[in-house]
């Protein structure tokens, strides 16, 4: 069966959630320095916000009943995140956010009776924060190439090595750390992940490196980490000796589509500006909006979101449908490759259409470039995740069965002729 309708008990739901985000959310930008900085202010407004989230029955959902979620799935998630991409801030306020939700996933699915207690149910309830850190100063893309390691002293693994944009590190409670483990193994077994307490001695932050737009030097939130003989418990490892990739694909899997579903609630409010600037300014004695060229940008427009959101909304139904990443990979990379390209097109026709304003601190399509460049880097980069679709495409392909393709035209008339032979002879050439 196909469906491209809300049911209306849950519509009413992303009723609320709109008006909620719009009222509550959005203006907290304006007062709050950063989403995740827990200082006075944000103990008066965030855990209250928080708390009707909860009460509504939105809070998580994309989690099971066992972790305290609805259990609503991708698809509901997709609807929801379309609002919650407004505001940097909503995945907080709505308990969804990365990377707390794809750490959340790891504990859920690798740790031990005490980690769930300890981690994952703090993380669930919005009452700690967490940071992933993979990604090494010489190379990112590539995980082959890290060196960062644990070395197994009596009941303690100890790290040593760098780590590069680990993401919110400076407010997180613990870090989940990729680390070279099995030095001799074969390459993708040679890394397993461990939990790391944030007051463990030895996790030297280096520097918090920012993003161009805005934010001074020192204020960013994606820590250059130097680890100096850390020592942990030897039960911090997850997934067991080795298996390093199979628990980050655990985690990259649902992050990657959930900044999708954010992306196109962020391009949709491109759009909506575009349209409302196409209506409301004049030049030449009339509106924008009565020019064709502008006409194109705002139907290009269009056209690139809903291809984009269908996709999107597919992906998330395939994850429900199938329960299993590895089935869904290829569609998650090409939501990936694609999501960047998107906003990035989407942003910068909303900037041209707004002239100057367009292009100040005083609208968000600059942000929305900038987050562009973001999506297109973030949990791998564009072309790494075209290689995985075109991979998963072509491990489906066979070869031509001779020497020209199936649909070669010569053998397709022969055969064609061949099948209606009788009937060709008996009604003639005509
Ligand atoms: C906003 C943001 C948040 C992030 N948060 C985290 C985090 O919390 N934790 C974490 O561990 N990391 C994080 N990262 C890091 C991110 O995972 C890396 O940036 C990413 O994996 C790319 O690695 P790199 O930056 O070292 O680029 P490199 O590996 O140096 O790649 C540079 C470029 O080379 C090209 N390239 C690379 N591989 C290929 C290929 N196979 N084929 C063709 N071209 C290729 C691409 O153009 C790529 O952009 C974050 C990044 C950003 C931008």
Redesign the pocket.
């Known amino acids: 069966m196909w469906e491209f309708e809300t049911d209306p008990e849950y519509q009413a739901d992303l009723d609320w959630a709109d008006r909620f985000v719009r009222d509550e959310v959005e203006p907290l930008r304006y007062v709050l320095p950063h989403a995740l900085d827990r200082d006075e202010r944000w103990h008066a407004l965030v855990p209250p916000l928080q708390r009707q989230v909860k009460e509504r029955g939105l809070w998580a959902t994309h989690l099971g009943p066992d972790l305290g979620g609805p259990g609503h799935g991708q698809v509901k998630l997709a609807l929801l995140n379309e609002i919650l991409g407004r505001a940097p801030i909503a995945p907080m306020i709505f308990g969804c956010s990365?990377?707390d939700s794809g750490n959340a996933e790891i504990l859920a699915h690798y740790g031990t009776d005490e980690h769930k207690a300890k981690y994952l149910q703090p993380l669930l309830d919005g009452e700690i924060f967490s940071?992933?850190?993979?990604?090494?100063?010489q190379?990112?893309?590539?995980p082959k190439?890290f060196t960062c390691s644990a070395v197994l002293d009596g009941d303690e693994w100890v790290i040593n090595g760098e780590?590069?944009?680990?993401?919110?590190a400076r407010y997180a409670s613990f870090l989940i750390v990729?680390v070279v483990t099995e030095p001799d193994a074969a390459p993708y077994q040679r890394q397993s992940m461990i939990i790391v307490p944030s007051d463990t001695p030895g996790i030297n932050i280096l520097r918090n490196v920012g993003?161009s737009f805005g934010g001074a030097p020192g204020q960013g939130t994606?820590a250059y980490i130097r680890y100096e003989n850390v020592r942990v418990p030897k039960e911090n490892m997850l997934g067991g000796r080795g298996n390093a990739f199979v628990v980050a694909q655990t985690r990259l899997g649902g992050g990657r589509i959930h900044h999708a579903m954010r992306t196109v609630g962020m391009a949709q409010r491109a759009l909506d500006l575009m349209l409302e600037r196409a209506v409301s300014r004049r030049t030449q004695g009339e509106l924008l909006s009565k020019k064709q060229l502008v006409q194109e940008m705002i139907a290009d427009s269009w056209l690139d979101l809903e291809q984009f959101r269908l996709l999107v909304l597919r992906t998330a139904w395939r994850i429900d449908r199938y329960q299993d990443y590895k089935r869904v990979r290829g569609d998650i990379s090409g939501v990936k490759a694609a999501m960047p390209g998107v906003l990035h097109r989407i942003a910068s026709r909303a900037l041209q259409v707004h002239g100057s304003l367009g292009i100040t601190e005083e609208m968000p399509f600059m942000d929305m470039i900038s987050n562009a460049?973001?999506?297109?880097?973030?949990?791998?980069?564009?072309?790494?995740h075209k290689?995985t679709l075109a991979r998963t495409l072509l491990s489906g392909a066979t070869p031509a069965p001779g020497l020209f393709p199936t649909m070669h035209i010569p053998a397709e008339r022969e055969a064609a002729l061949a099948k209606y032979a009788d009937v060709l002879a008996r009604t003639g050439n005509g």
Do not use: I, R
């Not at 940071?131 to 100063?137: D, I, N």
């Not at 460049?373 to 790494?384: F, K, Q, R």
């Open positions: 990365a990377p940071c992933f850190s993979m990604t090494e100063p190379g990112g893309s590539d190439e780590k590069w944009f680990s993401s919110n990729m993003h994606h460049y973001h999506l297109g880097l973030a949990d791998g980069p564009t072309e790494v290689v």
